[in-house]
């Protein structure tokens, strides 16, 4: 395995409609670099040919009188040399830009509209600031007359630059009428990008030409895409399309080609080498067996095409037993994989979760005194020897059969594929994901602690003493934060970061411990147990467990292997019905397992783990791998269309749960809607219009209106109203299934409009939640722990319980409950005036040699240089959080992981500067006694700790 230098790149991320305007009204564009390339297969191609990427630097210039300045500067990687390189943490690179399309093309007047729209929201919030200093000014009318006339006078300026700018924007669109007067949909936009690209400046200020290029499944579901400077164009795609020759007239599925060609651009930690030549091609199997299951489909009621929820005896159901995963020869796991049970894997149309297997044990002791000499065939026909069989895959992670009828059949596109991989230029390279990771959110009594999610605790039918009994080590852990100073600073140090001042509090902490009754820690405990308790209210209750990456009948496929199944024969060797075997757990320990997307209690897996003796001989597996039986069991199903390509579920032994799920009476819910592979000929049109089929990112709605119809369905359940109950239930039933095939329409479409359907299940939930009266007028109101929704109340549901739980105020809970917690958060011990210890009693007015400090012998610079580069990080930091919450899963991942590299930039920063005792001083004197740093006080310290941890705790007054 060889690790490689693993910078990804940012890249521009734009509104189309802003490209739109830019070319053809000539408005002013500004592309943020919010967008991200990461290393991958395709940044490691991009920049073999010849990507330009560049540094942002800053330069220092004379002026016109002689004195230096701090100037900004992009500057080329070609032109920087190693040594400088090796420091630069950010590259960037025009030469892909991401293209947004979430809002349309206004014409004259629409763009006047909103800017009135903006314009009046401007005005009411500066009407709330006025009334807000009046009602400070209490009785002083002079002062509340002063505040009136600055107002008016504030708003008078406001309304005539408002005036002026829509008279200046009218000039324009009438001398330009043509195109002001032209309005586009998203439709039209994206077509029209799709089909004429666009053209930009780039940051050397060239004129850059850029073509449709390709987008993986989850931009595919935002309605992303990126684009590509023309010049790289040509050579990148024959590339991701593995030099295919498609002509012009055929018809191809244009969905799948688009899914499996971005495969390459998944983010990738390291590369290992897996020649084709060792890699064993065999058939998928599957097990196909009957059940009584609900049954989604599609009807026509009243005209309208809905998704109904049916329970139907002995219906089919289908398990591909080894989908998207592959057994690796365990000698191929060295290095930080060691120790490793699985990593997925990367390649051209390849996809697949490579377990960790020893297959030539397995061969040997199959083959015994024939394995040096023994032969196998693969799934097509070709012979390879025994004891060369390193990796074995099904077409289930190699997704190029989807096209071989392009090059004449099977045969001829996986020999291409193999020559492909071997050529110079792949060198059998493999990109490695990930693999299995162990929880970080610590252990109790010997076992891992894992966090559950909202969807998970609202799935169960908790009564208040499950959800109590459920919540228990949080709330004792809570209240133990509050109460003792010493288990809150545990706590700091536990989930201290780098982006955060845990350890710099919790220093300070074990220096003195009279800095916890200052006001300054106080406002520092306060703020992160609220922000902890906040997490929690969102379902994240610690449980014993851990996520585990699911592994299908294993040994089975080694058996399948050497001897193809009978598929009208199918038995397990190993592993029967619900058993699964994990080393996390105990022997006939039994289990329960969730996975997200959960949705329901349809998708609660209620098992028992199986300790098996040919699954540990032949595999090494750790305890965050999981086998699991698909023989005539409904495990893919009921795990929420899980498949074995990396997909992890949370296995857990808390009895509550445990308990729940071995009583569930909820049938595994089965998809009836019917699926097309619509083809095209691949013209940018086509690729525009299957793009538009498919990007409706519904994910967040249905987990909304699913969470609602579970709160109103177990609500009433308590309230014994059946016909609600049974309305409910459908939703939910129908949500379940809804959620994986709004998942799937990146790759396939279905005969279902799934944005309708939910606008349609939407309204049902809304005409059935409860009636709260607010302000004197009944409103409809969703459960509490829906925290985005205005209007809300207690429901006898999970989620509700757990919310009130850990919520201090009682009456409400009480008077729309109707019940009283006997395990609850309680509120903590309160600094008592005449206890409150000043901070700046506590630093240390004199250095180690009892000279005292001086304040004018500070660096001023150097402290104003700190501030500013704080609020430079912070500035950035803010618009990376608020970016996501409205980004995918990936996207987030990405963020965090820029927010992190924002954090070592700023480390970096302070690490070069040498802060003397006398100048920390004069930050804190210039922090805690004037009061001078307006902003992100604890941020500038936390600054000046790392840069001089020991400097700066020494300033602090010691105490034993």
């Given at each position: 395995?060889?690790?490689?230098?693993?910078?990804?790149?940012?890249?521009?991320?734009?509104?189309?409609?802003?490209?739109?305007?830019?070319?053809?009204?000539?408005?002013?564009?500004?592309?943020?670099?919010?967008?991200?390339?990461?290393?991958?297969?395709?940044?490691?191609?991009?920049?073999?040919?010849?990507?330009?990427?560049?540094?942002?630097?800053?330069?220092?210039?004379?002026?016109?009188?002689?004195?230096?300045?701090?100037?900004?500067?992009?500057?080329?990687?070609?032109?920087?040399?190693?040594?400088?390189?090796?420091?630069?943490?950010?590259?960037?690179?025009?030469?892909?830009?991401?293209?947004?399309l979430s809002s349309k093309v206004e014409n004259v007047n629409g763009v006047i509209k909103k800017i009135n729209n903006k314009y009046k929201e401007l005005i009411a919030k500066k009407v709330a600031e006025r009334d807000k200093r009046i009602e400070s000014a209490g009785d002083d009318v002079q002062l509340a007359?002063?505040?009136?006339?600055?107002?008016?006078?504030?708003?008078?300026?406001?309304?005539?630059?408002?005036?002026?700018?829509?008279?200046?924007?009218?000039?324009?669109?009438?001398?330009?009428?043509?195109?002001?007067?032209?309005?586009?949909?998203?439709?039209?936009?994206?077509?029209?990008?799709?089909?004429?690209?666009?053209?930009?400046?780039?940051?050397?200020?060239?004129?850059?030409?850029?073509?449709v290029y390709k987008r993986s499944s989850a931009k595919a579901r935002t309605?992303?895409?990126?684009?590509?400077?023309?010049?790289?164009?040509?050579?990148?795609?024959?590339?991701?399309?593995?030099?295919?020759?498609?002509?012009?007239?055929?018809?191809?599925?244009?969905?799948?080609?688009?899914?499996?060609?971005?495969?390459?651009?998944?983010?990738?930690k390291d590369t290992i080498k897996i020649n084709p030549k060792n890699i064993l091609l065999i058939n998928d199997i599957d097990s196909v067996f009957k059940q009584d299951a609900n049954v989604i489909e599609k009807v026509n009621k009243d005209g309208r095409e809905i998704l109904q929820s049916r329970l139907k005896e002995d219906q089919t159901i289908i398990n591909s037993l080894f989908d998207g995963q592959g057994l690796l020869e365990s000698s191929y796991f060295t290095d930080e994989y060691k120790n490793k049970g699985m990593i997925l894997t990367r390649q051209h149309f390849f996809k697949s979760c490579l377990f960790n297997t020893n297959i030539q044990e397995f061969m040997k002791d199959t083959y015994k005194d024939e394995y040096q000499t023994a032969t196998i065939k693969d799934m097509l026909g070709n012979e390879m020897m025994v004891k060369n069989v390193h990796c074995i895959v099904t077409p289930s992670s190699l997704k190029?059969?989807?096209?071989?009828?392009?090059?004449?059949?099977?045969?001829?596109?996986?020999?291409?594929?193999?020559?492909?991989?071997?050529?110079?230029?792949?060198?059998?390279?493999?990109?490695?994901?990930?693999?299995e990771s162990k929880t970080k959110l610590g252990s109790f009594n010997g076992m891992p602690l894992q966090q559950t999610s909202y969807q998970m605790i609202n799935s169960l039918p908790l009564n208040r003493h499950n959800a109590e009994q459920l919540s228990k080590f949080e709330v004792e852990y809570i209240n133990g934060l509050k109460n003792n100073d010493d288990e809150f600073v545990a706590h700091l140090e536990k989930n201290a970061t780098l982006t955060n001042a845990n350890k710099m509090m919790a220093d300070l902490y074990r220096r003195n411990s009279d800095i916890a009754k200052?006001?300054?820690?106080?406002?520092?405990?306060?703020?992160?147990?609220?922000?902890?308790?906040?997490?929690?209210?969102?379902?994240?209750?610690?449980?014993?467990?851990?996520?585990?990456?699911?592994?299908?009948?294993?040994?089975?496929?080694?058996?399948?292997?050497?001897?193809?199944?009978?598929?009208?024969?199918?038995?397990?060797?190993?592993?029967?019905?619900?058993?699964?075997?994990?080393?996390?757990?105990?022997?006939?320990?039994?289990?329960?397992?969730?996975?997200?997307?959960?949705?329901?209690?349809?998708?609660l897996l209620y098992s028992t783990n199986k300790q098996n003796d040919l699954i540990d001989t032949y595999f090494n597996f750790t305890k965050n791998i999981v086998a699991v039986n698909a023989i005539e069991f409904p495990i893919q199903d009921l795990l929420s269309s899980c498949d074995y390509d990396s997909d992890s579920a949370l296995f857990t032994n808390e009895k509550t749960i445990v308990d729940i799920a071995r009583e569930n009476k909820a049938k595994v819910c089965l998809n009836g809607v019917e699926a097309t592979s619509n083809t095209y000929?691949?013209?940018?049109?086509?690729?525009?219009?299957?793009?538009?089929?498919?990007?409706?990112?519904?994910?967040?709605?249905?987990?909304?209106?699913?969470?609602?119809?579970?709160?109103?369905?177990?609500?009433?359940?308590?309230?014994?109203?059946?016909?609600?109950?049974?309305?409910?239930?459908?939703?939910?039933?129908?949500?379940?299934?809804?959620?994986?095939?709004?998942?799937?329409?990146?790759?396939?479409?279905?005969?279902?409009?799934?944005?309708?359907?939910?606008?349609?299940?939407?309204?049902?939930?809304?005409?059935?939640?409860?009636?709260?009266?607010?302000?004197?007028?009944?409103?409809?109101?969703?459960?509490?722990?829906?925290?985005?929704?205005?209007?809300?109340?207690?429901?006898?549901?999970?989620?509700?319980?757990?919310?009130?739980i850990f919520t201090i105020a009682e009456k409400q809970i009480k008077e729309e409950l109707g019940e009283e917690f006997n395990i609850k958060v309680k509120r903590g011990k309160e600094l008592k005036v005449d206890e409150i210890i000043d901070i700046w009693d506590l630093v240390m007015k004199c250095d180690k040699n009892g000279e005292i400090f001086e304040i004018k012998k500070a660096n001023d610079k150097q402290e104003q240089e700190i501030i500013d580069a704080v609020n430079d990080y912070s500035f950035n930091v803010s618009a990376y959080h608020a970016q996501m919450s409205k980004a995918t899963e990936k996207e987030r991942e990405q963020f965090a992981k820029a927010i992190v590299e924002e954090s070592h930039e700023l480390q970096t920063k302070m690490n070069k500067r040498t802060i003397k005792p006398v100048t920390i001083f004069a930050?804190?004197?210039?922090?805690?006694?004037?009061?001078?740093?307006?902003?992100?006080?604890?941020?500038?310290?936390?600054?000046?700790?790392?840069?001089?941890?020991?400097?700066?705790?020494?300033?602090?007054?010691?105490?034993?």
């Open positions: 395995m060889s690790k490689n230098n693993n910078n990804g790149v940012y890249i521009q991320s734009i509104e189309a409609a802003r490209i739109w305007e830019h070319m053809n009204r000539g408005t002013e564009l500004q592309g943020e670099y919010n967008g991200f390339i990461p290393y991958s297969l395709e940044l490691i191609k991009l920049r073999k040919e010849g990507l330009d990427e560049f540094a942002k630097r800053i330069t220092t210039v004379k002026d016109e009188k002689g004195k230096v300045k701090r100037k900004p500067e992009n500057k080329s990687t070609s032109e920087l040399d190693s040594r400088t390189l090796k420091g630069i943490n950010k590259f960037y690179s025009d030469d892909v830009i991401n293209i947004k007359n002063l505040i009136n006339k600055n107002h008016d006078d504030e708003i008078l300026k406001m309304e005539s630059k408002n005036e002026s700018r829509i008279k200046q924007l009218k000039g324009v669109a009438e001398l330009q009428s043509k195109v002001w007067n032209k309005s586009l949909t998203l439709a039209q936009l994206r077509d029209d990008l799709y089909e004429n690209g666009f053209t930009i400046k780039n940051y050397k200020g060239e004129d850059v030409h850029y073509i309605g992303e895409c990126l684009f590509i400077r023309e010049g790289l164009a040509k050579k990148m795609v024959e590339w991701s399309r593995m030099n295919l020759s498609i002509p012009k007239d055929a018809k191809i599925d244009l969905a799948a080609l688009s899914a499996y060609e971005a495969l390459v651009t998944s983010s990738i190029i059969f989807k096209f071989s009828e392009l090059v004449g059949g099977d045969e001829q596109i996986y020999e291409d594929w193999k020559n492909l991989v071997l050529s110079k230029e792949e060198k059998c390279q493999f990109g490695i994901c990930k693999s200052t006001e300054f820690f106080n406002d520092f405990k306060i703020n992160e147990i609220s922000e902890y308790v906040k997490h929690i209210k969102k379902g994240k209750l610690r449980i014993t467990g851990d996520y585990c990456v699911l592994v299908g009948n294993p040994y089975e496929m080694l058996l399948h292997s050497v001897k193809p199944f009978n598929k009208h024969n199918l038995e397990s060797k190993t592993l029967h019905k619900n058993e699964v075997y994990t080393k996390l757990f105990d022997d006939e320990e039994e289990l329960a397992g969730f996975r997200n997307p959960h949705t329901s209690s349809n998708n000929e691949l013209t940018d049109l086509n690729r525009s219009k299957v793009d538009k089929a498919i990007a409706s990112d519904v994910i967040g709605r249905i987990v909304n209106v699913g969470q609602a119809a579970q709160s109103i369905m177990y609500d009433a359940i308590r309230n014994n109203d059946t016909d609600l109950v049974k309305k409910m239930k459908e939703v939910v039933e129908i949500i379940s299934v809804a959620s994986t095939i709004s998942i799937d329409l990146a790759k396939k479409s279905y005969k279902i409009n799934i944005v309708k359907e939910l606008d349609r299940l939407n309204n049902i939930v809304k005409d059935s939640l409860k009636l709260k009266k607010i302000e004197k007028v009944e409103k409809k109101s969703y459960p509490m722990f829906m925290s985005s929704k205005n209007n809300r109340t207690y429901y006898k549901t999970g989620m509700d319980y757990v919310y009130g930050i804190l004197y210039h922090a805690f006694c004037k009061k001078s740093i307006e902003n992100n006080v604890i941020k500038v310290l936390n600054a000046v700790y790392l840069s001089s941890p020991n400097n700066f705790i020494n300033i602090f007054m010691h105490k034993k």
